[in-house]
């Protein structure tokens, strides 16, 4: 049992728990300091989505686990920046749209932007957010090894899963404190349900031997 215990240990990547939740403590910092609501969460959710998706084009043309020419990662990457690209965009326009709604629930004067955006706490946050991603990138691409196994096409629709369950989680989550008129104090349970998903998708992934989504 113990060495059972110790195998399955081994294959969680226990540095990559420790990023999902440096990466998820800068939101509920928000939540708990700084006075942020459902508003400026799933913003900043939303925005952290374009960071994966930019990273996810190095890896596409990185990856070198099958047969796959330069001109056919091109393509791929193409294809990706485009289809996510556009995934993106409709997801953005939702969270906004009920960012919008969540706002004038609770008295901001200014609008989405000007508590997003126009604030430099924000936009510290998300260069936090930034930071967690590229060091998780640089963390496990450096490995020639990671590489030369990784394929082009897995290594593209692994944002997919992050960006339809993690967020679309989210989504649901503040549209329904928004119908049910729940303090803002409780989005900090919409922070913390998803580092646990990320936390749960990654350990699932360690254990199977493959990278998380």
């Known amino acids: 049992m113990t060495l059972a215990l110790s195998a399955t240990a081994r294959r969680i990547s226990w540095r ?3 990023l999902i939740v440096v990466g998820n403590l800068i939101p509920i910092f928000g939540v708990l300091f700084l006075g942020w609501d459902a508003a400026q969460i799933l913003v900043l959710y939303w925005a952290e989505n374009l960071t994966i998706g930019l990273l996810t084009v190095p890896r596409i043309l990185g990856a070198r686990g099958d047969a796959s ?4 990662r091109l393509g791929l990457a193409a294809f990706f920046a485009v289809h996510y690209g556009f995934f993106w965009l409709m997801h953005g326009v939702f969270a906004w749209t009920l960012a919008g709604e969540l706002a004038r629930q609770s008295g901001a004067p200014d609008g989405v932007w000007a508590g997003t955006f126009g604030t ?3 936009r510290w946050a998300l260069a936090g957010l930034v930071v967690v991603q590229v ?3 640089v963390r496990e691409w450096r490995n020639s090894a990671r590489r ?3 394929l082009p096409r897995t ?3 692994r ?3 992050r960006l339809v369950v993690l967020h679309l989680t989210v989504l649901i989550g503040a549209w329904s404190l928004l119908e049910l008129g729940a303090p803002a104090s409780t989005v900090i349970l919409l922070c913390v349900g998803k580092m646990l998903l990320e936390l749960i998708t990654e350990a699932i992934a360690g254990l199977r031997g493959r990278p998380a989504a």
């Open 135 to 137: 060091v998780a990138f």
């Open 16 to 18: 990559a728990m420790a």
């Open 69 to 72: 020419t330069t001109a056919d």
């Open 148 to 150: 030369r196994s990784a």
């Open 159 to 161: 944002p997919y899963g």
């Open 120 to 122: 430099g706490d924000f």
């Open 155 to 157: 290594e593209m629709f």
